[in-house]
């Protein structure tokens, strides 16, 4: 199944690489919202998003690892008829609704990289 979505800049930085994530969500949000009023028992897993207008198709897989790793999309082995199965998890439809991956402000990276008790020994 191919999803047209508007063509995205593509870049190498994580910007790109962010865009192209948040691509591959809406389309699977797509792809859930047609599935549900389409299908009469729809049990939330959808076939692989294969195809994005945005997204180079060799970027597919480390796409899916990513937001899998990220929390995003979850997967499950259906059986031998359908394969694998994905499903847009919370953490990626709150992605969706905020238009990005991190939910940080970044204020983590600004912190010490000592632990509580170095910090304590050197006072």
């Not at 865009?19 to 729809?42: I, K, W």
């Not at 997967?75 to 998890?89: D, H, I, S, T």
Request: include cysteine; aromatic fraction near 6%; glycine fraction near 8%.
């Amino acid at each position: 199944m191919t999803i047209s979505l508007p063509m995205q800049q593509e870049s190498e930085s994580y910007g790109g690489l962010e865009e192209q994530c948040l691509a591959l969500l809406t389309a699977y949000s797509v792809q859930d919202a047609a599935a549900r009023t389409d299908v009469e028992e729809y049990d939330g897993w959808l076939d692989r998003v294969g195809e994005i207008d945005s997204v180079e198709s060799s970027q597919m897989s480390a796409l899916h690892g990513l937001l899998i790793a990220q929390g995003c999309l979850k997967f499950e082995f259906r059986g031998r008829n359908r394969g694998l199965q994905y499903q847009l998890a919370s953490a990626g439809k709150q992605a969706l609704s905020r238009g990005q991956l991190d939910s940080s402000d970044g204020s983590e990276r600004n912190e010490s990289s000592e632990s509580p008790e170095s910090q304590k020994l050197s006072a």
